[in-house]
């Protein structure tokens, strides 16, 4: 069992930078890989960035690619999500999961465990 709990989460303008955090507890975080997933009211949840056990590899959603990135330190049991430029269609609930899943496809199925969620508003 990971139990996973994310902050960082608040209301930042248009073109600023947040750098959200996930901390997990239970069993050997490096065995995990984790993910970022986002969800606005009334739309599924979609797919953020993810990273592999050792932080070797990551993915990202192309609507992010070189706006956000996705961080690890096995030793912290934790994963950071720095987001930077944000805009105000990044406004949403954002959720970190962790997987024992290989990631073949980005997928709210491939993940065993998920955080709370905490709220991004990037106002216009």
């Known amino acids: 069992q990971v139990q996973l709990v994310e902050s960082g989460g608040g209301l930042v303008q248009a073109g600023g930078s947040l750098r959200l955090s996930c901390a997990a507890t239970g069993r050997t975080f490096s065995s995990y890989g984790m993910g970022w997933f986002r969800q606005v009211p009334g739309k599924e949840r979609e797919f953020v960035a993810d990273?592999?056990?050792?932080?070797?590899?990551?993915y990202y959603a192309d609507d992010v690619k070189g706006r956000f990135t996705i961080f690890r330190v096995n030793a912290e049991n934790t994963v950071w999500l720095q987001m930077n430029s944000l805009k105000p269609e990044d406004t949403a609930v954002y959720y970190c999961?962790?997987?024992?899943?290989?990631?073949?496809?980005?997928?709210?199925?491939?993940?065993?465990?998920w955080g709370q969620g905490t709220q991004v508003t990037v106002s216009s």
């Open positions: 990273v592999n056990g050792s932080g070797s590899r990551t």
């Open positions: 999961a962790a997987r024992l899943r290989p990631l073949t496809t980005p997928t709210m199925a491939k993940y065993d465990y």
